[in-house]
């Protein structure tokens, strides 16, 4: 029989197809079999003309693709039909394209992708998943969704080349895919929700997608719903970290996977300033660990841990005459680690690594003490072997957790200034310029507590123009320092008021690096 033969190409198919409905009935559940003959029938055809392979290699290709095609749709469910995604850019509020899922999802969507694999993947490993929904994204991510217009879709935002790839702990287990059965591969995104929570597999994308549709009455009729009418993706480059995406102040983000200081109470962040990000992350330290830290600190004898005046700069040895706080260092203490952990949750990077982080500082500024506007990304320095380009493959400090530990009542200074945000409380046309805020400081009672023309005085200025953040004990506070693509974020600019009381104001520090820290 030759099996090349224009018969074959058209009886084959429809034996085949008529088959594999009957033996996988799951296939008639999902009403898509009047659909899915025709184009059943278009797709083996097109196998078959594939003079490159032999018909046992074409039948066994075909059976494992329609059996990998049923574990599938085991696995993803029924998807009510109006149900949709929001494709983001990663740190981006606005989508780049909303599509319905059950046009993401559909049978020749999925049948193209998995003729481009070969062998059936395992439905619930994370990174097959996110490289099985870079694909499928790719092809309907539309214009909006890709970064040049040469080659429309999402895999040039998701593989930046390695040039500006940054090597992740868990890099040789990307899985990269093709776009055509004999073009280059490209590494994938990975996808996370608007919580930061990484999506790892394809029952959790179930999961959340059934979230959302449960919503709608006529689905699931007495079940509870949280309610998101649209499915929110946030894609993420190879070598990048999940970054929040605050769509305006006072925006609240539901972090329910994070465990909190009271665990009846949600851990939230609320947002503070979208550009800078600043956030305040509602329910994260308790009194109790805020207290433990600061005991710790203060109970440290060894010498480079123990309170002592601030350092700065990349070696760390620098005393630094805009830096007059005091600093100890937690490197191991059970709540300092605790609490680190739990932050790696928060930022949403997965697995806990603990070269990723700083060490928990502590700080504390007395009567007068500050700390000059500043970043805390760290500038290149031309001794140091270390590779600070963030933008490229790089690593650098990436994102700032403060813990405050003592209160500080209104006007006596000890906050934490952005100088490029705005306070909350104030409208929008009585904000006050430098100049104003200046003239109040020198007629208030605080003047005396600066030297007039000091760096000291300048800064507290600063404080009574732009977004303030007053210390509270256990209030923590999250900002980034670097852009999405890894850039330094300018915008991140802050510092420490100068502490008008002779109370001391105390709090907690950590950084948390794009890879490896050094
Ligand atoms: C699947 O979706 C694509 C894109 O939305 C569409 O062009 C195609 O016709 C759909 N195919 C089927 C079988 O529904
Ligand atoms: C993100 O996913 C986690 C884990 O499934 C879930 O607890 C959280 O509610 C989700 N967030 C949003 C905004 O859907
Ligand atoms: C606090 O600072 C002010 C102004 O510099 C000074 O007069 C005062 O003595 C200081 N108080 C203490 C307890 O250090
Ligand atoms: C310093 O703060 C304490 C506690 O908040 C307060 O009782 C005291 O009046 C303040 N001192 C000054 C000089 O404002």
Redesign the pocket.
């Known amino acids: 029989m030759n099996w090349r033969s224009p018969v074959i190409y058209l009886i084959f198919p429809y034996f085949l197809a008529v088959a594999i409905i009957y033996c996988f009935p799951n296939l008639q559940d999902n009403k898509i079999s009047s659909e899915f003959l025709p184009l059943w029938l278009s797709y083996t055809s097109k196998i078959l003309q594939d003079k490159t392979k032999s018909p046992t290699n074409l039948v066994s290709e075909i059976s494992w693709q329609v059996s990998c095609y049923q574990q599938f749709l085991d696995k993803i469910g029924v998807i009510h039909p109006t149900v949709s995604v929001a494709l983001h850019f990663n740190g981006q509020a606005e989508p780049c394209n909303i599509i319905i899922v059950k046009e993401l999802l559909n049978d020749s969507n999925v049948l193209s992708t998995l003729r481009l694999l070969d062998k059936c993947p395992d439905w619930e490993s994370q990174y097959f998943t996110d490289s099985f929904l870079t694909r499928l994204l790719h092809d309907l991510s539309s214009l909006a969704c890709s970064i040049e217009d040469q080659h429309p879709g999402l895999h040039q935002f998701c593989d930046r080349g390695l040039k500006r790839t940054p090597i992740l702990r868990d890099h040789r287990l990307l899985v990269p895919y093709k776009l055509t059965e004999d073009g280059p591969s490209y590494l994938p995104c990975h996808f996370h929700?608007?919580?930061g929570?990484r999506l790892s597999s394809v029952s959790?994308l179930r999961?959340?997608i059934q979230?959302m549709s449960c919503q709608q009455e006529d689905y699931t009729a007495g079940k509870t719903c949280?309610g998101?009418p649209t499915l929110e993706l946030y894609a993420v480059p190879a070598g990048r970290h999940f970054m929040f995406a605050p769509k305006y102040i006072g925006e609240i983000i539901?972090l329910?996977?994070v465990p909190g200081a009271d665990p009846t109470q949600p851990v939230n962040l609320e947002v503070l300033s979208v550009s800078p990000r600043v956030f305040d992350l509602v329910n994260f330290v308790s009194k109790q660990e805020s207290e433990d830290l600061v005991e710790r600190a203060l109970a440290e004898t060894r010498e480079s841990y123990r309170l002592q005046r601030s350092t700065t700069g990349s070696n760390g040895r620098e005393i630094n005459r805009y830096r007059t706080s005091e600093t100890a260092f937690d490197a191991a203490g059970e709540t300092a680690m605790n609490i680190k952990r739990r932050s790696f949750a928060v930022l949403g990077m997965g697995n806990y690594i603990e070269s990723y982080a700083d060490g928990v500082q502590i700080l504390r500024y007395r009567n007068g003490t500050a700390y000059q506007k500043h970043l805390d990304w760290i500038e290149p320095n031309t001794r140091s072997q270390h590779n600070y380009d963030s933008a490229g493959q790089g690593s650098n400090r990436f994102a700032t957790l403060l813990l405050y530990m003592n209160d500080i009542e209104a006007n006596q200074g000890g906050e934490t200034v952005f100088a490029n945000a705005w306070p909350l409380d104030v409208a929008e046309t009585k904000r006050l310029s430098l100049e104003q805020a200046k003239s109040q400081l020198l007629e208030s009672e605080f003047s005396n507590f600066l030297t007039q023309g000091s760096w000291e005085e300048d800064l507290a200025v600063w404080c009574r123009s732009r977004l303030a953040i007053r210390p509270k004990s256990a209030r923590t506070v999250l900002f980034y320092s670097q852009l999405p693509d890894g850039q330094k974020d300018e915008s991140s600019q802050h510092g420490a008021c100068p502490v008008f009381n002779t109370t001391k104001v105390k709090y907690g520090v950590i950084c948390w690096w794009s890879t490896e820290s050094l």
């Open positions: 929700n608007a919580s929570y959790l999961e959340w979230d949280r998101h539901p329910p996977h």
